[in-house]
């Protein structure tokens, strides 16, 4: 299976804006996590990350974007980072056997990242992803 991306959608409330992806990975969530969940993991395609403690209320920092704190951790499952001024939610889901749905989420105050800028992250996921193996 190659990984796809649906269409993002957009959503405008006030100076908040709401960006969704679905996102389908050509890897098992157990070997999809650590892309998600770790900062070596996220350096890999989304970008550097000073900090990341793994854990609810953990600390998690991002050059350029300050710091800020893990809001949602349920392990192979969901991590939400919330930074100041924005969200993002990670949410995995089982995509078959060998695959899984990444359901994304960024919110966001004012000028942020454009659904372009995602959509090239996620293409650089899959890349990623499909270049690994499953760990058993």
Do not use: C, K
Not at 49 to 65: A, K
Not at 85 to 105: I, Y
């Amino acid at each position: 299976m190659t990984g796809s991306i649906e269409q993002g959608t957009s959503q405008t409330h006030g100076n908040t804006r709401i960006l969704h992806f679905l996102v389908r990975l050509p890897r098992s969530m157990e070997t999809v996590w650590p892309t998600i969940a770790t900062a070596e993991g996220l350096a890999a395609w989304f970008g550097p990350v000073d900090v990341l403690e793994p854990r609810l209320g953990g600390v998690f920092g991002v050059p350029g974007l300050g710091g800020g704190r893990v809001t949602a951790w349920d392990v192979d499952r969901v991590a939400e980072y919330t930074l100041e001024g924005g969200r993002m939610r990670f949410h995995l889901e089982r995509g078959g056997d060998d695959a899984s749905v990444l359901r994304f989420t960024h919110e966001f105050q004012g000028e942020g990242e454009s659904e372009a800028g995602w959509r090239t992250r996620f293409e650089r996921l899959i890349e990623n992803l499909a270049g690994s193996a499953d760990r058993p």
